[in-house]
Each structure stands twice: as structure tokens, then as C-alpha cells.
């Protein structure tokens, strides 16, 4: 392998300054023409160019590799539209819980002001884009990690697994999947079906277990889902959601309010419903709407409190 002589410049100007010596004028031109060929020779195989009519081609060069740097770089978060990818801290901040049970509202974090977060697909996708359901018992894996158990105020056998697509904030088309009533499931399927076709974005669609239900409040979560083994918020009786007649869509865009209880907590920005922002629901709107024609009343209605993300087949 060659390697290129490096001279110094103060050796190029020594060789500049330097009176070269004496010669017979035919041994120094004899001298002067092999010195010159050598030097073609060696400079020829360095290149790795070659000679006569090729040499004149253009070559391909690797491009010079960036320097290393000492400091790792900063995550560049994913975006999709107008969507990022969620905030790397967002379900892990828990938060005190009050002597009632419940954790103290919180100002909303700047990263949730208007929040619009690519969906993490936790069923595959549909391939072609559109919209797709199905209905069926639900698969005893399913109801294993579920809120489900035999104290629940519904059988098994008379819920329904759900599976319909949505739209999220990305613009993509995601899979969700639901539990609910029996009675209710195919008119689910056409709420779905309503929302998907208007492009109303949903962040998160799953079925939580018994331990996300009762985990510590993180004050953030902002999963669609519609069964849910637990009694109404603050008191012993059973929710509409442990029956699987009610919905609860896109809870941070929607949160709960009552008195000093918000949920979830840190969605306080969202407690100003004149600010319209995607996912929210309002009224007369296509979500609204959607559920009033399987004759589904809102919580947004509600006299005593709020529950903007509440949806349910009794009005309760």
C-alpha cells in the first residue's frame, strides 16, 4: 500500500532556498528523466488510476465519514403530520392521591397543551387504510387481561370483543379493540364506523386490566375503551362501564370535571372547551352526533359535573 510523503512547509521552503548542486549537463538530464518517470510510476499506483484513455473517466469516491462526537445527540422525536411522538416522561410521574382517592388537579405540562400523539399500534394495522370490525366471544386470553372477574355485575358470555379501526391524530389508519355489552356491540360498530369516516382522530384504543385500573394515577393516560370493571367515580355503585354500555373517548381531550376533581389531572388546558382542538368532543359535533343515533347519551350534558368523555346507553 502507498502512503503520500507529508512535507512540512518549512522543508518545502528550505528546498526552494537551497542551491541544488553542480551536474554534468548530460548526466543531470539523464537523472531528471528517470527521477520523473518514478515519480508517474509510484504516483500511478498510489492513485490507483489508470493509465491511457481511462484515466480520463470520472470515479467514485466514498464519502468522508463524519467526525465523532464526544456527546451523545439529542433524540429527534417522530413526526407524522402534525403528531410527535409522546413525551418520554408521559405515564411516570405518579401522582399523590388525596385523602378521597383522588390526586390533585395539576396545571397541564406544555407538551399536553394541545396534544396530538402518534399512535403506537398495539394490534396490526389495517393494510389497505380503510375501515374494518369485527365482533366476536371473547377470547378467554382476551378476558384474562382484562378487568373482568366473577364479581363483575356482567357475565363473560355476555360481552363482546370488539375490533374496529380508528383514525389517529397521525392521519393513519390504526386497529382498536373494545369489550362491551353484547346488546351493544354492533351499534358500536357503526360509531366507529361514523367516526373513522369524518377522520375524528383517537389517540389510544385498548382494553385495560384489573392492574392499570387500580395502578397509581399518572394524571396523563388517554386510552378509548369502553368495559371497565369499577364502580361510578367517587361512590360504591356499579359504572355503566362495568355493564360494557358506555364509552369513554379520548379522556385527556375530555376530561371528567366536578367540584376540584379533574381526570385526568393534568388535563386542566383542556377544561376551556371554547379552545377547539382535534379530538375533542362538543356539542352537536359528528361524535355527539354518532352516539345519539344508537340513542347513547354524553356526559357533556351532564348539570352536576362534566364528563366530556363519557358516553353511555342509560345516560348514567
Known amino acids: 500500500m502507498c502512503a503520500p510523503e507529508v512535507v512540512s512547509s518549512s522543508t518545502r521552503s528550505a528546498a526552494r532556498t537551497t542551491a541544488a548542486p553542480r551536474w554534468r549537463d548530460g548526466g543531470r538530464a539523464a537523472c531528471l528523466l528517470a527521477v520523473a518517470a518514478l515519480v508517474g510510476y509510484v504516483l500511478s499506483g498510489c492513485s490507483g488510476a489508470p493509465a491511457g484513455p481511462e484515466a480520463d473517466k470520472p470515479t467514485q469516491t466514498a464519502a468522508a465519514s463524519p467526525t465523532a462526537s464526544t456527546e451523545s445527540p439529542s433524540p429527534v422525536p417522530t413526526r407524522i403530520g402534525n403528531a410527535t411522538a409522546a413525551p418520554s416522561w408521559l405515564g411516570t410521574r405518579v401522582l399523590p392521591v388525596g385523602p378521597q382517592g383522588f390526586a390533585a388537579a395539576q396545571q397541564t405540562p406544555t407538551e399536553l397543551r394541545n396534544r396530538s400523539i402518534v399512535t403506537v399500534d398495539d394490534l396490526p394495522p389495517p393494510a389497505d387504510g380503510r375501515f374494518h370490525a369485527t365482533v366476536q366471544a371473547v377470547p378467554a386470553?382476551?378476558?384474562?387481561?382484562?378487568?373482568?372477574?366473577?364479581?363483575?355485575?356482567?357475565?363473560?358470555?355476555?360481552?363482546?370483543?370488539?375490533?374496529?379501526?380508528?383514525?389517529?391524530?397521525?392521519?393513519?389508519?390504526?386497529?382498536?379493540?373494545?369489550?362491551?355489552?353484547?346488546?351493544?356491540?354492533?351499534?358500536?360498530?357503526?360509531?366507529?364506523?361514523?367516526?373513522?369516516?369524518?377522520?375524528?382522530?383517537?389517540?389510544?384504543?385498548?382494553?385495560?386490566?384489573?392492574?392499570?385500573l387500580n395502578a397509581p394515577p399518572t394524571g396523563d393516560d388517554n386510552t378509548t375503551e369502553a368495559f371497565a370493571c369499577r364502580p361510578v367515580r367517587g361512590q360504591n355503585?356499579?359504572?355503566?362501564?362495568?355493564?360494557?354500555?358506555?364509552?369513554?373517548?379520548?379522556?385527556?381531550?375530555?376530561?371528567?370535571?366536578?367540584?376540584?376533581?379533574?381526570?385526568?389531572?393534568?388535563?386542566?388546558?383542556?377544561?376551556?372547551?371554547?379552545?377547539?382542538?382535534?379530538?375533542?368532543?362538543?356539542?352537536?359535533t359528528q361524535a355527539v352526533r354518532a352516539f345519539a343515533a344508537i340513542g347513547w347519551k354524553w356526559g357533556g350534558d351532564y348539570r352536576s359535573l362534566k364528563d366530556y368523555m363519557h358516553f353511555s346507553a342509560t345516560g348514567g
Open 237 to 284: 355503585g356499579w359504572s355503566q362501564h362495568a355493564y360494557g354500555l358506555a364509552v369513554d373517548l379520548n379522556p385527556f381531550q375530555n376530561p371528567y370535571h366536578k367540584g376540584e376533581i379533574i381526570l385526568p389531572e393534568l388535563a386542566t388546558a383542556y377544561l376551556d372547551r371554547a379552545d377547539a382542538r382535534p379530538g375533542m368532543v362538543q356539542p352537536h
Open 141 to 212: 386470553g382476551v378476558l384474562a387481561r382484562s378487568s373482568w372477574t366473577k364479581d363483575c355485575p356482567v357475565a363473560a358470555a355476555d360481552l363482546r370483543y370488539i375490533t374496529v379501526s380508528f383514525r389517529g391524530f397521525d392521519g393513519l389508519a390504526h386497529t382498536g379493540e373494545l369489550l362491551a355489552n353484547s346488546r351493544a356491540a354492533d351499534d358500536l360498530v357503526t360509531v366507529f364506523q361514523r367516526l373513522f369516516a369524518v377522520g375524528f382522530p383517537i389517540e389510544r384504543m385498548r382494553i385495560s386490566s384489573a392492574a392499570e
